[in-house]
């Protein structure tokens, strides 16, 4: 059964340093997402790409933040400088459209 | 905008039933259920869309009443493996857009 993969599984970088978290959707897939999920806590939506452009962001996904499908493969967020509280866990999802969004294993970011 | 789930958490022996609510106080298009173990990425249950339709595995059951703009997940017969977090995604419009509740614990004991 296909899959989301996600790398690195786990990042720890210095404050104020640039991260980019990659994925790699189900290849069928049209519709991409990032979440993140702070320790204990709910996941949060950050951002939809669709067409090869943003189709909706939360209020967490500020300037910061940016996603890119360079290849039609992967699909990267990219943090440009980390603060410590971007430290979470963060998963890339995908869909073919409205309905069943399938997770990725996720990247543990912690920013030191 | 955040839905809210009650119970926060459930303790339930092997066989017992469970009801996980799901509330948002705005129109909904549809509400999904997943189920999150510790240390692992979300897994679909469920999705209910406005309209009635419905989409899921045979085993779990929900129900999405639109006008309150509620959803309960039902577990029946639980099983060991349903031990984990359970989460409602709630989409205002035809978006992909998800919020999630704040999650309801279940723990299915021998």
């Known amino acids: 059964e296909p899959e989301v993969t996600q790398t690195p599984s786990h990042q720890v970088t210095q404050m104020g340093q640039e991260v980019i978290l990659r994925c790699v959707p189900i290849?069928?897939?049209?519709?991409f997402y990032w979440y993140r999920q702070i320790l204990g806590q709910k996941v949060e939506f950050l951002v939809s790409?669709?067409?090869?452009?943003?189709?909706?962001k939360s209020e967490i996904f500020d300037d910061q933040f940016s996603v890119e499908r360079p290849d039609g493969s992967n699909f990267t967020l990219k943090i440009r400088s980390t603060k410590l509280e971007d430290s979470a866990m963060y998963f890339c999802?995908?869909?073919?459209?409205?309905?069943?969004?399938?997770f990725g294993p996720g990247t543990r970011l912690t920013v030191l | 905008q955040q839905p809210v789930q009650s119970p926060q958490a459930v303790i339930l022996r092997e066989g017992e039933d469970a009801v996980i609510n799901c509330s948002s106080s705005?129109?909904?298009?549809?509400v999904h259920w997943y189920r999150q173990k510790h240390g692992e990425a979300p897994v679909f249950l469920m999705i209910?869309?406005?309209?009635?339709e419905q989409k899921g595995h045979e085993k779990i059951s929900a129900s999405f009443n639109e006008k309150k703009q509620q959803s309960s997940l039902y577990l029946t017969a639980s099983q060991l493996s349903y031990s984990g977090t359970y989460f409602c995604?709630?989409?205002?419009?035809?978006?992909?857009?998800?919020?999630f509740g704040t999650g309801t614990l279940l723990a299915v004991q021998p």
């Open positions: 209910l869309l406005k309209g009635g």
């Open positions: 790409f669709y067409n090869n452009e943003i189709s909706e």
């Open positions: 999802a995908g869909s073919q459209g409205i309905g069943e969004q399938f």
């Open positions: 705005k129109a909904l298009y549809s």
């Open positions: 995604g709630t989409e205002i419009g035809a978006t992909n857009k998800l919020i």
């Open positions: 290849s069928n897939h049209l519709y």
